[in-house]
Structures are given as structure tokens and as C-alpha cells.
């Protein structure tokens, strides 16, 4: 069983569309939890990072940690052009020395 | 202020050959681990160092080794190379261990070192 499962998509949703993004992991030591962003050929860039459980916005973007369903989620609202990329999940333990990444989303947001 | 800068950006070699990639965190960042990224997969972690010490180490060969220096830029070396090593080498700073900040896990990555191995 992988760490971390993600669904790889794609993921295509009309401009303004409510975009909703899961994974689901193994691991309960699981304490700090990612979301990068990743456009063709470049590195991930952080979005979201949340420590423990609990929900935490940021503009249009919103993360979800559900650690009693090993179940971790990003919303986008009001989405745009701009947001077409790879979306990848990312968590690891305690110590945070190693990451876990899901094989991430690509998603495309039509004019 | 700079982000993680990564060299080369894009290289090939060819099978049996030897690859060093370089890489400077953000400043103040002492923390500083390498992933592979393969097309079509997430990162997979390598290596974590801090402080020039190896802190984490992932499910790679022997082939694979690191180290950091003293300014906290850190090198990942790979041997005998093999067409499966082809991939997209990204490394990443934290300000785990930052003074007067707890450990946050972040991860802030360059924009990666593309090998092809033919």
C-alpha cells in the first residue's frame, strides 16, 4: 500500500468552478501536510501547509486535514485560467526529515 | 531574496557515467533535502541533511550519495548511472531547526536539475 494515494486526474472544470482536490494516507504518524503547485517543467511551489488537523484559507484556497479519515483535501473557489497545473499532496511525520508525495492532479481550467 | 537555486538546469549523460548537481538553499535555511521526480510521479525523497549531517535517508542506492557544506549548499552525487536514474532532481530548503522557529516542515524547492540518461 502507498503512503499517500492521489487520484492523478486530469481534472477538467469551466472558469469559476469550485475545484475539489483528495488524498487519502496510510501513515496516522502524519503531522504536517502540504499542497504544492506545479506548472510544466518547473519546481512545486508551496500553497497551503497545515500542522495537525483543522482547516485553514488562504484567498481562494482552502485546506482540509480530516486525520481521523486519513483524509486530506484542497478547494479552490472562483477558479481560473492561471490555476492549470499539477496539484500534489504532501505530508510526513514528526520528525520532518522525509516527505511523502501523491503522484498529483493535473488540472485545466477552460477560459 | 533568492529562492533555491539549483545547477546544472538540464544535463544528459550516458549510462555508466557520473552526475554531481548542486544546490543553494534560502538564506538562513540550514535544512536541505533532494528528491527525484520521474514524469507522471511525485517527488520521491533521497536525502535530508542539516547541519552537514545526513538526517534522513530514502530508498535509494548506494549509488546516491550527498553532503552539505559549511554554507549549507549541499551536492547529490549518482554513479554508474542508469537510463531508470533519467528524472527531474529537485532540491528543497526548510527553515526546520531555523533559529527561534520550531520545526515547519515546509518544504521550498528549486526549480529542479533535468537529467537524461541515454
Known amino acids: 500500500q502507498k503512503e499517500v494515494e492521489q487520484d492523478p486526474g486530469p481534472l477538467s472544470v469551466p472558469e469559476g468552478a469550485i475545484v475539489s482536490l483528495n488524498c487519502t494516507y496510510s501513515?496516522?504518524?502524519?503531522?504536517?501536510f502540504m499542497w504544492y503547485r506545479q506548472y510544466s517543467r518547473k519546481g512545486p511551489e508551496l500553497l497551503m501547509y497545515?500542522?495537525?488537523?483543522g482547516n485553514k484559507e488562504d484567498g481562494r484556497f482552502t485546506a482540509q486535514v480530516d486525520k481521523s479519515s486519513k483524509y486530506i483535501s484542497l478547494f479552490i473557489r472562483d477558479s481560473q485560467p492561471s490555476d492549470s497545473a499539477t496539484y500534489l499532496c504532501?505530508?510526513?511525520?514528526?520528525?520532518?526529515?522525509?516527505?511523502?508525495f501523491g503522484t498529483g492532479t493535473s488540472l485545466t481550467v477552460i477560459p | 531574496d533568492a529562492g533555491v537555486t539549483q545547477s546544472p538546469t538540464h544535463l544528459i549523460k550516458t549510462r555508466g557515467q557520473h552526475v554531481t548537481l548542486r544546490c543553494s538553499p534560502i538564506s538562513g535555511h540550514k535544512s536541505v533535502s533532494w528528491y527525484q521526480q520521474v514524469l507522471g510521479q511525485g517527488p520521491q525523497f533521497i536525502f535530508q541533511?542539516?547541519?552537514?549531517?545526513?538526517?534522513g535517508r530514502g530508498n535509494f542506492p548506494d549509488r546516491f550519495s550527498a553532503r552539505q557544506f559549511p554554507n549549507y549548499s549541499s551536492e547529490l552525487n549518482v554513479n554508474a548511472l542508469l537510463l531508470g536514474d533519467s528524472a527531474l532532481y529537485l532540491c528543497?530548503?526548510?527553515?526546520?531547526?531555523?533559529?527561534?522557529?520550531?520545526?515547519?516542515?515546509?518544504?521550498?524547492f528549486g526549480e529542479g536539475s533535468r537529467l537524461t540518461v541515454l
Open positions: 504532501a505530508m510526513g511525520g514528526s520528525s520532518g526529515n522525509q516527505f511523502y
Open positions: 501513515n496516522s504518524a502524519f503531522q504536517y
Open positions: 528543497a530548503s526548510s527553515p526546520w531547526g531555523l533559529a527561534g522557529q520550531p520545526n515547519t516542515g515546509e518544504l521550498f
Open positions: 497545515t500542522y495537525s488537523s
Open positions: 541533511y542539516y547541519e552537514k549531517e545526513e538526517r
